[in-house]
């Protein structure tokens, strides 16, 4: 339950990062163990990880800011660059419909959210009884999280201001079968979870 929890509060871009010391390692619900102890050569990673290696401007690896190497549940080493720290908060862009994948399983599992076959006007009644002729109210929830809503696809990298238009949105007529990628559809899990655990999503990851 502890690693969950450190990966949600880790992961939601919404969140502080909970580190507040130097080092993931510093953590106390993460293990440590050297590199060797698990099968890891340290020199060969400190070759893999050298700075001069990773933020060179010819490979694809120079935006790159923090990196964390674990290995059979343990953590054997950790690299920050360009001035980055453990507290550093960066925008995770789509990492967070991952992890609000990961809070939907957590709210299925309390019972909470009673199946991914449930509607959006099953979900979000009251927001779908101000559109009730809007194809979007019977996506399910597992077609949201697959992707394969018919929503449009779609590459936006801020859906704050999108919650409210979603549900009037046309779908495709060639969906649900086929898969594509929409920010807006995804949105909509943050008023269903909301609604689902009667309160805000952010207490719901910390606390889950």
Not at 97 to 106: C, D, E, F, H, T
């Given at each position: 339950?502890?690693?969950?929890?450190?990966?949600?509060?880790?992961?939601?871009?919404?969140?502080?990062?909970?580190?507040?010391?130097g080092r993931a390692a510093d953590m106390a619900d993460w293990p440590v163990a050297p590199p060797e102890s698990?099968?890891?050569r340290k020199a060969a990673l400190d070759g893999i990880l050298d700075p001069a290696r990773i933020l060179d401007l010819t490979t694809s690896l120079y935006t790159l800011r923090s990196l964390v190497v674990a290995r059979n549940g343990f953590l054997v080493e950790e690299r920050y660059y360009a001035g980055s720290k453990v507290s550093t908060l960066r925008s995770i862009a789509s990492i967070t419909?991952?992890?609000?994948?990961?809070?939907?399983?957590?709210a299925l599992e309390q019972g909470k959210i009673r199946s991914l076959d449930q509607t959006i006007a099953e979900l979000?009644?009251?927001a779908a009884a101000k559109v009730p002729s809007s194809a979007v109210n019977g996506v399910t929830?597992?077609?949201i999280l697959t992707q394969t809503s018919g929503f449009p696809d779609d590459r936006q990298t801020d859906t704050r201001e999108l919650e409210p238009r979603v549900l009037d949105m046309p779908l495709e007529p060639a969906a649900p079968s086929v898969w594509r990628y929409s920010s807006a559809a995804v949105s909509l899990t943050t008023p269903i979870l909301a609604r689902a655990v009667g309160g805000s999503v952010e207490d719901f990851a910390r606390a889950s």
């Open positions: 339950m502890r690693s969950r929890r450190m990966t949600i509060a880790g992961c939601l871009s919404a969140l502080t990062f909970v580190g507040v010391r698990q099968g890891l419909k991952s992890v609000s994948s990961i809070l939907v399983g957590i979000l009644p009251e929830l597992a077609q």
